[in-house]
Every structure is written in structure tokens, then in C-alpha cells.
């Protein structure tokens, strides 16, 4: 079914390993963009991206790195895991900016722990 | 800095009654979206509602209106008629389609809101 998929839903990973999570939309949305969710701070914007191999930092890009080879998608990889990486991820994407009727569609979010 | 504000972190209603929820925003541009989603405990993100900063009239879904103030920079949704459903984290966000931020979609802090019966 079309939308935007996350994965893996639920990763459990180590201090200083490398982590990537995958979002990928059946639309061709130009717009993406990649949030952690923590209590207390809202959604915190850590990249986006306005087409193929365009994107930008966001609040907080440290300690991660983006790339969009395809339209459809968006990976999101930790270099080098913290524990204060520890959060919810939330991958969403917009279908124009210049369409008055637009809508952000999110995806499941994908929950990491870093132990 | 923070762009977007919600300065209520917690807020609860009576099923049946109405509740406000308040959200303010700093920019320098004219051009800008504005949503409030809503999320419960599934983490889904749901739009409730939208705003174009270029019309004057209040955006209405329903249950759902806003009151804009774009001159204050405030975006507060009501919600008439309070059901047990509607009690989630909602978000306030906005996005700029023009400027030297173009495409940065910006999120509030969020406010818990409880609907009692």
C-alpha cells in the first residue's frame, strides 16, 4: 500500500556502532524530512531534503548524516551511536510547497536504543 | 532557539466542553504553512488541521478552528464538543515556501491534552 515506510521499527544497538534507518515513500514527494521525538522537546528537525540530492541541516544534524540518491528515499545514519541518540525517529515527507492543499505524511517512527 | 512555542505542556478538558490550545511562532518571512497534528499513544501522526498565512479566514475542520493572529504570530486551535478521542500530544508546525528557510518544517514543544468524562 502507498505511503512511507520506516525501518527497522525497533533497533537495540551498541555505544560507537554505525546505525542507518531507512524511510522510503511510494509518492514522489520532493520534500522529506528526518525527527527525533524525546520528552519534553517536541519533534526536533535533524535533516531535510527538497529533492534528490539536495539536503540541509536541521536543529540537530551532529552525530548524523543524510543522503538522497533517489527521490523515494531518505536514509538517516548514525556514525557513531550515543546514548543520547537514544530516541524516536520520525521520517516524513511533504508533496510541494507551492500546492496550497498540502499535507505532511509521517511515517510509524522507528524506536532506537542505544545501549 | 525556539521557533515554535506551546506554552502549555499539559492541558485537560470535560468531555463536551471546549478547550484552547495556544501556539505562537517566530519569523521574519511572510510565506508560511501552518498545521496543528495530533498524536496519540500509537505515536501516529495526524493532521487535524491547516493554515495558509496568506488567507484571513480561520481554517474550521469540524470540531477543529483555529484563531490566526499573523500580525501576533499566534495559532491557537480549539476544539468545541470535547470527546473522549481527541485526548493526545498536539502538535503546532509551520513550514515556509519562500525565503532563505524554504522547506524547514518547524515543530512546537507539544501539549499533552486529557479529556475527562
Known amino acids: 500500500d502507498a505511503g512511507i515506510t520506516q525501518s527497522p521499527r525497533y533497533k537495540i544497538t551498541e555505544t560507537g556502532r554505525q546505525v542507518t534507518l531507512m524511510c522510503h515513500q511510494t509518492?514522489?514527494?520532493?520534500?522529506m524530512f528526518w525527527y527525533r521525538q524525546d520528552l519534553g522537546h517536541g519533534l526536533r528537525l535533524i535533516y531535510y531534503?527538497?529533492?534528490?540530492?539536495?539536503?540541509d541541516k536541521g536543529e540537530v544534524p551532529d552525530g548524523y548524516v543524510v543522503s538522497r540518491s533517489k527521490t523515494e528515499n531518505f536514509p538517516l545514519t548514525l556514525e557513531s551511536a550515543t546514548r543520547s541518540q537514544t530516541s524516536v525517529y520520525f521520517c516524513?515527507?511533504?508533496?510541494?510547497?507551492?500546492?496550497?492543499?498540502?499535507?505532511?505524511?509521517f511515517g510509524e517512527g522507528s524506536w532506537l536504543t542505544v545501549v | 532557539a525556539q521557533t515554535v512555542t506551546q506554552s502549555q505542556p499539559e492541558m485537560s478538558v470535560q468531555e463536551a466542553e471546549t478547550v484552547t490550545l495556544s501556539c505562537t511562532y517566530d519569523?521574519?518571512?511572510?510565506?508560511?504553512?501552518l498545521f496543528w497534528y495530533k498524536q496519540p499513544p500509537s505515536r501516529q501522526m495526524i493532521l487535524v488541521i491547516r493554515?495558509?498565512?496568506?488567507?484571513?479566514q480561520n481554517a474550521t475542520e469540524n470540531r477543529f478552528s483555529v484563531n490566526f493572529q499573523k500580525a501576533a504570530k499566534s495559532f491557537s486551535l480549539k476544539i468545541s464538543d470535547s470527546q473522549l478521542g481527541d485526548a493526545a500530544m498536539y502538535f503546532c508546525?509551520?513550514?515556509?515556501?519562500?525565503?532563505?528557510?524554504?522547506?524547514?518544517?518547524?515543530f512546537g514543544r507539544g501539549t499533552q491534552l486529557t479529556v475527562w468524562p
Open positions: 493554515q495558509e498565512a496568506y488567507k484571513q
Open positions: 516524513a515527507s511533504l508533496t510541494s510547497l507551492d500546492y496550497s492543499g498540502n499535507t505532511i505524511y
Open positions: 519569523t521574519s518571512e511572510s510565506d508560511y504553512y
Open positions: 531534503s527538497a529533492a534528490a540530492d539536495i539536503t
Open positions: 508546525a509551520y513550514i515556509h515556501f519562500r525565503g532563505s528557510t524554504l522547506g524547514r518544517l518547524y
Open positions: 509518492w514522489s514527494h520532493s520534500y
